[in-house]
DNA sequence: CATCAGATTAAAATAATTCTAAACTTGACA
DNA sequence: TGTCAAGTTTAGAATTATTTTAATCTGATG
């Protein structure tokens, strides 16, 4: 067994935070950011991306399903087709905006925080809570299989309610 | 963050363990074990659960879909529908004779190994292999939510050709 | 402004899984 | 050993999440 301690989520996004600036997020903010965040990922700005992009980055760290993006959408005014929310977070996830978890088979969750870090996932609720990078210490693994390299290391920590 | 160190699944089965006796898995077992194990676990030795249970656990740990199962069932010329697979495995896990792993969005795999242990998932081919429980160490865990009891931790290593 | 590659979308298709309801089995027990 | 209720199996319909199709738009560029 290696003593490698293997850094979870291999692939980083480029230094880019969804909140970079001094303000807090706030409702009515400038284009500008998720514009350029759009350009620096080679996506046409379009208007359903650059509304998707300001409800998933404009609200601070969310993990949440197409479908749940959608009804986000639905309340916001947003009109967007449930394809186009789909071809949205696959994209943005290709460009290294947004990180897919698995945690449960049923459906897929994307999550807007990229940096590394884990998760707590309340079995009852489907609800997801982020675990920073440095509060969980994966400290051995056994060597990688031969020709193969770590793409990622998940902790998914279940909880259900405390019973008697 | 608390410094408790955690055990990997928390749920262990009554000490049973697939091939419990002296002579490696061969082909014409007594079909006695088996029906034991159901029995144990509450459930009416069916002819189909008999089969499904001998595919299952006479060969050493294995990670499958129910699909998968279905497939090996024909190989072997039993005769089971897919929606009885599919109850089957759920009754299996429910009995705690199976462990239920979310490592892809969209299947569902079952594993026979009832161990503490943990996965490299081969995201390519959608294969799966075994990390020993004390191969892998989750050292360090933020408190638990409050009213929340941990039912398990899963670590997943995503691992892919490596390349140049 | 014309052009067109790329984007959006309604609707159909797919895939995994679950449900339904009818037709069997199983395990008592007389 | 025959009977029967409860538990099981199954074909097929239904459900759900997601993807595909193909037609229609729209953003970027000259
Ligand atoms: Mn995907
Ligand atoms: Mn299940
Ligand atoms: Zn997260
Ligand atoms: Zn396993």
Redesign the pocket.
């Known amino acids: 067994m290696t003593r490698t301690s293997i850094t979870p989520s291999g692939i980083t996004p480029s230094g880019i935070t969804p909140s970079d600036d001094a303000a807090p997020a706030a409702e009515g903010r400038p284009f500008s950011q998720i514009l350029d965040r759009l ?1 620096g990922a080679g ?7 650059m509304a ?1 992009a300001k409800l998933l980055f404009d609200g601070g760290d969310r993990h949440l ?3 749940m993006l959608h009804a986000d959408a639905q309340s916001a005014n947003v ?13 943005f996830h290709r460009a290294g905006l947004l990180r897919e978890i698995v945690v449960d ?5 994307f999550d807007t925080n990229m940096s590394d870090h884990h998760h707590f996932y309340f079995d009852e609720t489907g609800e997801l809570s982020d675990i920073p990078g440095d509060q969980v210490e994966v400290a051995a693994l056994p060597p990688v299989p031969d020709g193969m390299a770590v793409s990622r290391v998940d902790v998914v920590v279940r909880v259900r309610p405390a019973d008697a």
């Open positions: 350009r996506l046409r700005p379009t208007r359903q991306r998707l399903t197409a479908e009109r967007v087709s449930l394809a186009t929310v789909y071809n949205t977070l696959h994209q088979s049923q459906r897929t969750y």
